[in-house]
């Protein structure tokens, strides 16, 4: 196996966490758009299952990604939030984005959690091993 396809290189662990991430925040979207039709409101689920993607196809733990995942797991956050339920002074996204913090406090916390979330997923599972393992 040469340098650029082995699971340890730093590239293609990127390129694996972000297909991952990828295909979480789509899940996660519409996982959202069903279960708000069941009268719940998860909006803190996009960004989750981002991370939750992302951590799943990491082979090795990346604090890039993380914070990468967190970020965008807001960014899907907001925009679910604002596709779902815009300001009905005006529904673009920049009216929104300019009174985001008009935003009731749950909400906000809810964005945030998603992000934590997203974040904290990222990371994956994998440990390295132990210095005293064979």
């Keep these: 196996m040469d340098q650029e396809t082995t699971p340890g290189n730093p590239l293609s662990n990127l390129l694996l966490g972000f ?13 959202f758009q069903w279960i708000i039709r069941q009268g719940f409101y998860p909006l803190a689920l996009p960004g989750a299952l981002l991370g939750l993607g992302c951590g799943v196809l ?34 673009g996204l920049g009216y ?23 974040f904290w997923f990222a990371l994956g599972w994998r440990r390295k091993p132990r210095s005293d393992s064979p």
Excluded: K, N
Aim: aromatic fraction near 14%.
């Design 96 to 118: 929104f984005l300019a009174h985001f913090l008009d935003l009731q406090p749950i909400t906000l916390l809810m964005i945030a959690l998603g992000g934590f979330c997203g």
């Design 19 to 31: 297909a991952g991430a990828a295909a979480g925040g789509v899940i996660g979207y519409f996982a």
């Design 58 to 91: 990491v082979r090795r733990r990346s604090l890039t990604l993380g914070f990468a995942c967190g970020l965008l797991a807001l960014a899907l956050g907001t925009f679910v939030e604002w596709r779902f339920r815009p300001f009905t002074a005006d529904g």
